[in-house]
């Protein structure tokens, strides 16, 4: 929960001894980003003609399906859903008819400057090689949730909050923050909630940074490890710290290039590791369909190139956007429809948007190098009042 700006100087002012601050040492107070949502025109969104719609039409009938569809989308996914999957034509036809594309804009700082751009990067479901049992090369375990992590729904308590909550352990009749990585390293207070052992910790990280990941087991068997919740610390990125730490530039702090900086430092890792406090855990599925991605958190399956993961603070879950950003590989236009489904402890903002790539090897190097600028258009029903366009409250 993020406290007030102006609570918290006077807390800060009380912790000092309550002494008057002077004037002249007062800090200016920055407004927070503020969403705006401008109507536009369908010619305004380049590439919007040229985009293969059918390829996208899977993954937006996903959202329609999905429960945490508002009732606002209820006619447009009828008519959707009554459409042949191949027409790209009346899919066309049916998204400029019934929706209209609000171009998602970032009022921020004092000046209240207006952006229309952010930072789009990728993601992808990892494959692993692992075992039942601690052996041999299996050596880093992936955990379940733990019994004693504890999630509080600060809006069943203050509804201003509905959607906010905190994550800790109880300490007698307290509620006190949950270790961070540093701490449960060891894995002593994470005994018994081993899932899997698997052959590299540095698989094992970016697992945690990917949020779901296929696991081939040493008996033939391959199973999916799902997201299933977090130790509520927050996540800092690694790359930041060895940008920081002068080990490479920020041009350089590619997921690729994390990696080979990782394999060169072993004597560094954990080390690295303790930089990101937030831990990820699992629960482990069955691979039912090889051919699928795994359940973001609207509760669909991912589509490759077509679900991107989202600050839901800010945009709603489900809901169809267009991206404008540029492929990783190559810097042609990557312009096209997609689907809000997921969302990530990096993802924070307005215009912040994570492109799933989907599982094959392609995927992992495309994802690992995207960290591009790009432009968002939320698709909205005619007619429908839109998402509340103001500051996220948690």
């Known amino acids: 929960m993020r406290v007030p700006r102006g609570l918290a100087i006077i807390a800060l002012m009380c912790i000092a001894g309550c002494r008057t601050m002077p004037e002249t040492q007062t800090p200016p107070v920055i407004p927070e980003p503020q ?12 590439g919007w003609q040229q985009d293969r719609l059918a390829e996208a039409w899977p993954a937006l009938l996903a959202s329609c399906r999905a429960a945490g569809m508002s009732p606002s989308w209820r006619p447009f996914c009828a008519e959707a859903s009554a459409l042949a999957p191949q027409d ?28 229309d751009a952010g930072l789009i990067t990728g993601y992808y479901e990892p494959f692993l090689n692992g075992a039942r049992r601690k052996k041999g090369n299996f050596q880093t375990p992936l955990y379940a949730v733990p019994d004693d992590l504890v999630t509080v729904e600060l809006g069943e308590v203050y509804p201003a909050l509905q959607g906010a909550r905190v994550r800790g352990r109880l300490q007698g009749k307290r509620i006190v923050p949950y270790p961070d990585r540093a701490q449960l390293t060891d894995g002593k207070a994470l005994a018994g909630k081993e899932i899997l052992w698997v052959d590299s910790a540095i698989d094992a990280f970016f697992l945690q940074i990917q949020g779901s990941g296929r696991v081939h087991l040493d008996d033939g068997t391959t199973v999916r490890l799902a997201f299933a919740d977090v130790n509520g610390r927050p996540y800092r990125a690694i790359g930041r710290y060895l940008v920081d730490s002068g080990e490479m530039t920020v041009e350089e702090a590619t997921a690729p290039a994390l990696r080979d900086w990782l394999q060169r430092h072993p004597e560094r890792q954990q080390e690295v590791f303790n930089q990101n406090p937030s831990v990820v855990f699992f629960r482990e599925e069955k691979l039912a369909d090889p051919a699928q991605g795994p359940r973001g958190a609207l509760g669909v399956p991912l589509t490759p190139g077509r679900s991107v993961a989202v600050d839901p603070r800010w ?10 950003t540029t492929d990783p590989l190559t810097s042609a236009p990557v312009q096209r429809l997609v689907l809000a489904q997921d969302t990530g402890g990096a993802i924070r903002g307005a215009i912040r948007a994570d492109l799933f790539w989907g599982w094959e090897a392609p995927a992992a190097e495309s994802a690992g190098r995207m960290r591009a600028q790009g432009s968002l258009w939320l698709l909205w029903p005619i007619g429908q009042p839109l998402p509340t366009s103001t500051t996220p409250a948690n």
């Open 35 to 46: 969403m705006r949502l401008e109507a536009a025109e369908w010619n305004a969104l380049p």
């Open 88 to 115: 790209a034509r009346a899919q066309r036809a049916l998204i400029e008819a019934r929706l209209r594309p609000h171009q998602v804009i970032s009022v921020e700082g004092a000046q209240r400057q207006r952006i």
């Open 315 to 324: 945009l709603p879950l489900g809901a169809p956007l267009f991206l404008s």
